[in-house]
């Protein structure tokens, strides 16, 4: 990702050295060139990721995790095929719920995807990160043998698990089993240890990665334009404290206040729709920290200055951890699934369900 990201930025600069300081020169380094590097950035990782997952059912290794896995699994409606995709979940869940495809029943495939998004992926590492810096001591115990604030990273990524296997059961009691009458016993034959065959297999990750870039890619890069527009305009400075985007903010703000976060938190919020991790970068510039994605102390000590309380600050960790807060999941969801009222309802569902336990969490500490 970083190598894309690179090369991204460096194709930017060479199209924008010969134009001026301007709105243009802005246009294309931010939200043309950002617009597209904030989806091919995840292209590297489906690629990798489905090599992976080929190599490991091609070599035979995928049948045995399966049927290791199908018996705690279907204790919650799914398939011990739902693990490696649960699994691919905690890196990124596209590409995750692209792997969801190899469960043959069509229910358990569905609730498969539709519960990957709340494990806990890369994207929220920078946010819990922070969060955690500013909240949890950085202590440790048994004789410094674990850490307090790595234990909280473990009881996030539980949680994540937990929720979803928690949601798994809900959707199992409440959707039609008719499309499972026909489905055969989880039988499996394991076959034997093999190369794989690297024709197909080559040809399976191109073909996802152009799968993703045709169904996920222009739905990312539109809404890239649009918040980078918010964010532009109409400050002649183009801070972001006096944009479009900060009156939305400060609009919302009786959303947030409940939580007790204040209208930044709110952009911050707001703008992390299109990526998580782009929550620590838009509160840095709201707090006057440069460079926040890389100095998430200095940003946590100003953090703890301006008084965020423990209640909103566990609050606001609870909101990321069930938020479906990624644009390009969304869109992959509506790919995967063959419908946008699966795709936005779960965006909205896990979005009221984040706000629900992030506003008792904070009303209990």
Excluded at 148 to 160: E, I
Excluded at 234 to 259: C, K, N, R, T, V
Aim: proline share 5%.
């Amino acid at each position: 990702m970083d190598g894309v990201e690179s090369l991204i930025g460096l194709l930017a600069q060479v199209v924008t050295s010969s134009i001026g300081p301007g709105i243009v020169n802005d246009f294309l380094q931010d939200a043309l060139f950002g617009g597209f590097g904030s989806f091919l950035v995840f292209v590297p990782q489906i690629m990798v990721l489905t090599f992976i997952i080929g190599l490991l059912e091609d070599s035979g290794y995928l049948a045995r995790a399966a049927l290791i896995c199908h018996k705690p699994l279907s204790y919650f409606g799914l398939s011990g095929r739902s693990f490696i995709p649960y699994l691919s979940g905690h890196a990124c869940a596209i590409p995750a719920i692209m792997a969801a495809r190899t469960i043959e029943s069509p229910r358990k495939r569905l609730i498969t995807m539709m519960t990957i998004p709340l494990m806990s992926c890369s994207a929220r590492l920078p946010v819990y990160a922070l969060l955690i810096a500013v909240l949890i001591p950085d202590t440790t115990y048994l004789g410094g043998l674990f850490s307090l604030q790595g234990s909280a990273f473990f009881v996030l990524y539980f949680l994540g698990i937990f929720t979803a296997l928690t949601v798994s059961v809900l959707l199992n009691k409440f959707t039609d089993r008719d499309s499972d009458k026909a489905e055969m016993p989880f039988i499996l034959e394991l076959p034997n240890y093999r190369l794989p065959h690297w024709k197909p297999l080559m040809l399976r990750v191109l073909t996802s990665a152009k799968q993703f870039i045709r169904r996920a890619g222009p739905v990312i890069f539109v809404v890239s334009v649009v918040i980078w527009f918010l964010g532009y305009f109409p400050s002649p400075e183009h801070a972001l404290q006096d944009s479009y985007l900060a009156m939305i903010g400060q609009w919302i703000e009786p959303i947030f206040a409940p939580l007790g976060l204040d209208w930044r938190y709110g952009v911050a919020i707001l703008v992390s729709f299109l990526a998580r991790e782009v929550f620590v970068g838009a509160l840095g510039t709201l707090f006057g920290i440069e460079g926040a994605d890389e100095n998430i102390a200095g940003l946590a000590a100003n953090i703890q200055a301006d008084g965020l309380t423990l209640g909103a600050g566990l609050g606001l960790l609870i909101f990321y951890v069930v938020a479906l807060q990624c644009v390009a999941t969304v869109a992959t969801l509506k790919g995967e699934t063959g419908s946008k009222n699966i795709a936005w309802g779960l965006f909205v569902g896990y979005g009221m369900l984040a706000y629900s336990l992030a506003f008792i969490v904070s009303h209990l500490f």
